[in-house]
């Protein structure tokens, strides 16, 4: 998603729109894969053109960067909800995909998560440890490659990690945290899981089911609307009327 314009008000009280693309390079028949990326990107534009903010630098996707992809995850679970399905997952001759299938690519969607949760947390807590540094010592410039894998090594044993896991980034090509700006914010992903699991729970729990229009009205007036004009816990307990909680998360990634 690309934010040419976020949505503001100008100085006559204006509701100047926002003027959001999502561009995508595609086959023509779709994977699991590619449909879950195109309902993660429009979960983004529909931060961007719901949002109805004040100022422009907290408008829409301008939140703090471990509540962004609350929302782009939020709105991927919505990809294989059969109801849905019924209207875009249409072959040639019109037939709509089994429920046998979707129920197979959701089983393989928990397949192996226990190691990709684990290698998912250790480089986190790998970013973390990095930027609690506040000085390299001396002798680190000696011999700089054996210091940081010491650094990695005390890193890995002190959490607990198997010899069988390694973090999902070594330190020497963890670009994300030293060059794409996410210092000691790596965890984001996984927290903005917890999040928008946690949040689609309510949905799953409704007695209507997850077409809920009164919940889904919620939901855009809470938090879409809203973008980062307010503190995310402020948000998130006014929409769950409680603070998050990793349970569905698990649930969703089969570990629990
Ligand atoms: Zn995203």
């Known amino acids: ?8 008000y100008d100085a006559e009280g204006n509701n100047v729109r926002p003027i959001i693309v999502n561009v995508g390079n595609l086959p023509e028949y779709l994977s699991a894969d ?24 907290v408008s829409g996707t301008s939140v703090k ?9 939020f709105n991927e679970n919505w990809a294989f909800q059969p109801e849905l399905l019924a209207r875009y997952a249409v072959n040639a001759e019109g037939q709509v995909i089994p429920q046998e299938l979707v129920s197979k690519i959701i089983s393989a969607l928990k397949f192996n998560q226990g190691f990709m949760t684990t290698e998912l947390t250790a480089a986190s807590i790998l970013d973390m440890k990095w930027h609690e540094l506040s000085a390299i010592p001396a ?4 011999d700089p490659s054996a210091w940081i894998d010491g650094f990695e090594t005390a890193v890995c044993d002190e959490m607990g990690l198997i010899s069988q896991i390694i973090p999902r980034y070594r330190t020497t090509y963890f670009n994300h945290i030293f060059s794409s700006g996410y210092c000691a914010g790596y965890y984001g992903y996984l927290w903005a899981e917890v999040l928008d699991k946690d949040a689609f729970s309510l949905f799953e ?8 229009l009164e919940l889904a009205k919620k939901f855009k007036e809470t ?14 307990k006014e929409f769950m009327g409680r603070e998050p909680d990793s349970d569905a998360m698990l649930r969703a990634r089969g570990l629990k």
Do not use: C, I
């Not at 960067?65 to 995850?73: A, I, L, T």
């Not at 729990?205 to 809920?212: H, L, Q």
């Open 223 to 236: 938090f879409l609307e809203k973008g980062g004009s307010e503190e995310p816990m402020v948000l998130y």
């Open 65 to 73: 960067r471990d509540f962004v992809e609350m929302f782009s995850q």
């Open 34 to 57: 590619d449909v879950q990326t195109t309902f993660h990107e429009f979960g983004h534009a529909l931060h961007g053109l719901l949002a109805q903010s004040h100022y422009q630098s």
């Open 205 to 212: 729990a409704s007695p209507n089911g997850v077409w809920n």
């Open 1 to 8: 998603m690309n934010n040419v314009r976020n949505q503001y």
């Open 139 to 142: 002798e680190a410039y000696d």
